[in-house]
């Protein structure tokens, strides 16, 4: 039986997933860690190399598997991070380590492009749907103009870690719509790179990858360095997406109405849409999937690294413990709040400066509390995200979850609570794999448009709102954008 891989290549972990062409199980899967470096406060890179060994490790795993039970890979899609930046030599060589999306050293490039260049910021944001921020390499590129142009200047080529392991698989320095639309620098309208954004950020086009379609297919052929993956002579491989747009459309989330919210290290929330969109204030992405499907939504810094957080350094605790601790309290925390700012933030601030805080303590409050705030708070900051997001899309009537959180039923009732909406789980939380091999289907003719796609994915859970604590969640709500406000 032939079968399809699709490969997520996330901030933690690099994982994949087989399945058969009918998705009607699971014939392999595999997960290897990443470490996230941090030589400096505000930075957070990775070895690229030691990417490149979980790759391997992955993929070999998933290879060996699927030959024991008599099966064919015949297609390898890729779904990876958004906003690495990774400068290489000619051959593809790292020069250093990647530069990840929650690195903040760029912080006063975009601060500049927001306050002082504001012109300049909003024409780049109208041309290329990235909001502003530190995350972005256009920010990234240009903070290396100022603070270290040697390496700007020695670098041959400028890229992702998914062109990185592109590269090392295809020979080729080819990069996908949708991760080109994360960076800052490309037009997604004439889907070419800006010039304007180049200009600004000191690179030039030959430094930079070809941009091609989503859809895009090369033919492997091993090459020494690639022949511990035991990947078969004349696989397909399909370059593949953003991890946020195959989480939409491995979710199911493709239908007007339908909103994905995804909280795994970082978190987000995301509707699809037929045509890009701009918000006027920059505040929302604008991401490629496909010919007629754009991700709009907006992302958070601060989604179950809050939980670490809470687990590791305010309780010490482990995180099953510290979620019994959090199912104690009742819904509102008692009127204890948490603003989640631990790593800075996204949407809908876009400040890497700002910090959190816990607001309106008193005596009654436990240990407990505090736990449970901090949920709340993560939640709160994703669903003001999504108050932006219905003003363009309309509101959501279904919301699909996914990601770590969506383990935890108490997190994921908490959403469906303070959304006052279904909450929906798929069968399986690999939403980014699956949405790969979806977009694989599309590829390969198997199915017509991504939305015939999409009603492929089984669900499982449903989780429905209750009224009053809907109700009191509003009121609690209000309280918590009152005190953001005055950030």
């Known amino acids: 039986m032939n079968c399809f891989v699709g490969v997520d290549v996330g901030t933690t972990n690099v994982k994949a997933l087989a399945m058969p062409p009918d998705l009607n199980q699971i014939l392999a899967h595999a997960s290897a860690p990443v470490t996230t470096l941090h030589p400096e406060p505000g930075y957070a890179e990775q070895d690229p190399a030691k990417i490149w060994s979980a790759f391997v490790q992955v993929i070999s795993e998933i290879s060996q598997e ?19 930046l990774l400068p290489m030599d000619a051959d593809g060589t790292p020069l250093g380590n990647a530069i990840l999306w929650s690195d903040n050293r760029a912080e006063s490039q975009a601060s500049a492009l927001r306050v002082t260049q504001t012109k300049l910021g909003k024409a780049i944001y109208q041309e290329t749907g990235t909001p502003i921020h530190p995350m972005i390499p256009l920010c990234k590129l240009a903070w290396l103009r100022e603070h270290d142009p040697r390496l700007l200047h020695r670098t041959a080529r400028f890229g992702s870690i998914k062109e990185f392991l592109w590269h090392k698989l295809t020979g080729e320095f080819e990069v996908d719509f949708s991760i080109a639309t994360a960076t800052g620098l490309f037009n997604e309208k004439k889907r070419q790179w800006s010039q304007k954004a180049m200009t600004y950020a000191g690179v030039r086009p030959d430094q930079l990858s070809t941009p091609v379609p989503t859809t895009h297919l090369r033919t492997y052929q091993p090459r020494p360095e690639t022949d511990k993956t035991e990947l078969p002579v004349g696989v397909s491989l399909l370059i593949g997406a953003s991890d946020g747009c195959l989480a939409n459309l491995g979710a199911g989330a493709i239908k007007k109405g339908t909103a994905t919210l995804t909280i795994g290290t970082s978190g987000a929330i995301r509707q699809t849409v037929r045509k890009p969109l701009r918000d006027a204030k920059g505040r929302l992405f604008c991401y490629f999937l496909d010919e007629g499907y754009y991700a709009v939504g907006g992302p958070t810094n601060n989604g179950g690294n809050v939980l670490e957080w809470v687990a590791e350094k305010l309780t010490l605790l482990d995180t099953v413990t510290v979620l019994e601790e959090a199912a104690k309290i009742d819904p509102g925390s008692d009127g204890l709040l948490f603003l989640p700012y631990l790593q800075g933030e996204r949407a809908p601030l876009w400040d890497a400066s700002v910090r959190g805080a ?30 932006l997001l219905k003003d363009y899309t309309g509101p959501a009537r279904v919301i699909h979850a996914n990601g770590g959180f ?18 929906r789980l798929n069968t399986s939380n690999e939403s980014g794999s699956m949405g790969a091999i979806l977009l ?13 796609a999409a009603e492929r994915i089984a669900f499982g859970d449903i989780f429905q709102p209750d009224l009053a604590r809907y109700t009191l969640y509003r009121a609690e709500f209000k309280k918590w954008q009152q005190e953001v406000e005055k950030l």
């Open 406 to 423: 969506a383990q935890s039923t108490l997190w994921v009732q908490m959403l469906a609570d303070m959304s006052g909406v279904p909450v």
């Open 358 to 387: 816990y607001l309106h303590v008193d005596w009654q409050h436990t240990r407990a509390h505090f736990i449970r705030s901090a949920l709340e708070g993560v939640l709160f900051n994703l669903l003001s995200i999504n108050e």
């Open 440 to 452: 694989t289907m599309k590829a390969i003719g198997l199915v017509k448009t991504l939305d015939e």
């Open 66 to 84: 699927v030959a024991k039970g008599g099966h064919a890979i015949t297609h390898v899609t890729f779904c990876t991070a958004m906003h690495s």
